[in-house]
């Protein structure tokens, strides 16, 4: 028997914890692009926007040309 086959089968949560945990990437890539996203959206004066507030902004900045792919008429 294959040797993660057996300790699946002998330790499942710890299995899908140990799955889960070597999956984590590393590198910091999405990190630094949001906070690009983050300079690019939140000027100077907005420094006291809201978490929610900042989150839907750089939603909305981040799917910006979204919209031109859809027909709405």
Not at 29 to 39: A, G, I, T, W
Not at 49 to 67: A, P, R
């Amino acid at each position: 028997m294959d040797y993660r086959k057996e300790k699946k089968i002998l330790y499942p949560n710890l299995y899908d914890a140990a799955v889960q945990l070597l999956s984590i990437s590393t590198g910091s890539c999405d990190v630094e692009r949001s906070f690009s996203l983050m300079r690019n959206v939140q000027q100077p004066n907005q420094s006291c926007m809201s978490e929610k507030t900042l989150c839907m902004e750089l939603t909305i900045y981040y799917n910006k040309d979204l919209d031109q792919s859809f027909d709405f008429l």
